[in-house]
């Protein structure tokens, strides 16, 4: 069974700081891994995934994440942060074959000016 | 593109009522899944269908929940009766379903409040 840990419910970071936002994962498989980002009152949007090609990922609004094996690790990272990302992130993984998708318990993430 | 539809966005209901939900996926998505997000916790997946079929129903307690996905395109999630657990948001999603390796796009949601 695959399974998705998020260290930390919640972040809060100043405007223009670095934003780690930690994802560790445990799969019987090579996984595909993803972090989704939810707006309040929204549905979850796709931030980046991880399909065995690159390790780093580079997804949308300044974000990326590390694919580490080793250390069972999908971290996301901002450079700065900026007041519009204030959300809720998800990280989430999948077996290679299949479309089930596992999601860890979030984080949300409070922006301080 | 048009995105993942769903209605209602809210719903306030007594337990014991009971309540559906619907949802239209991206035009020509075969895959269909919905998924339950209780308050902090983050999204189950309750039924996936692939067209109108069942993939996976594992965790939809079927007792109280259904669901159908008639001509492979709209669902329905329908929960009789509601117990106050069931508040949550229930999230529809849908994919291509290209190779295993495509994305899941997700509806608004309804939030669910059972009193």
């Known amino acids: 069974a695959q399974s998705v840990t998020q260290l930390g419910s ?31 009152n929204q549905g979850l949007q796709l931030l980046l995934k991880y399909t065995s090609a690159a390790t780093l990922v ?3 609004n300044g974000f990326e994440a590390e694919f580490k094996k080793s250390e069972t690790s999908f971290h996301l990272t901002k450079p700065s942060a900026h007041m519009s990302d204030a959300a809720e992130y998800f990280c989430a993984v999948r077996k290679a074959a299949g479309n089930k998708l596992t ?7 409070l922006v301080k000016p | 593109e048009a995105g993942v539809a769903q209605s209602p966005r809210y719903k306030i209901i007594e337990k014991r009522q009971s309540v ?13 899944y919905w998924y339950q997000q209780i308050l902090g916790q983050g999204p189950k997946l309750l039924i996936q269908f692939q067209n109108n079929g069942v993939v996976d129903d594992s965790q939809l307690p079927k007792d109280r929940f259904s669901a159908e996905r008639l001509k492979g395109v709209d669902s329905t999630l329908k929960i009789q009766p509601a117990k106050l657990e069931d508040s949550a948001v229930y999230l529809c999603a849908s994919s291509l379903e290209r190779g295993g390796q495509d994305t899941q796009y997700f509806g608004p949601g309804t939030r669910l409040t059972v009193l």
């Open chain 1, 58 to 60: 580079k997804g949308i």
């Open chain 1, 103 to 109: 999601f860890g318990g979030g984080t949300r993430v």
């Open chain 1, 10 to 40: 919640h972040v809060s970071v100043s405007e223009g700081a670095l934003v780690l936002l930690r994802c560790n994962y445990s799969s019987s498989v090579p996984p595909y891994l993803f972090w989704y980002v939810q707006y309040p």
């Open chain 2, 20 to 32: 559906a939900f619907w949802c239209n996926p991206i035009s020509g998505h075969a895959t269909l």
